[in-house]
């Protein structure tokens, strides 16, 4: 992701999500935002430039006990998600 979005992740880190996804109005700042609310790790499915992206958040703290987000990103752009499940129906229907 760093390289689609031409940033070092020196240049990413510190930086508010809404500087690195302007398109995106906000949505994945306040699902960070609600993930240090809860307390929980949120996973959610987001387009973003042009990619189907599943994303997980974990809200975190930083060695100076700052709050921070661990995130991961899994590009599931075409995934063949309709006939996986499909298939795993057809295994338990009689």
């Given amino acids: 992701m760093l390289k689609s979005l031409a940033l070092s992740q020196v240049e990413m880190i510190g930086k508010p999500l809404i500087e690195l996804f302007p398109g995106q109005n906000g949505s994945l700042h306040e699902y960070c935002c609600l993930a240090i609310s809860l307390g ?15 994303i997980s958040i ?37």
Avoid: C, Q, W, Y
């Fill in 40 to 54: 929980e790790s949120i996973r959610l499915e987001m387009d973003i430039m042009e990619k189907t992206l599943l």
């Fill in 58 to 94: 974990k809200p975190s703290f930083d060695e100076h006990e700052n709050e921070v987000i661990i995130g991961t990103k899994i590009d599931i752009t075409g995934a063949p998600l309709e006939r996986s499940l499909t298939s795993r129906r057809k295994v338990f229907t009689r």
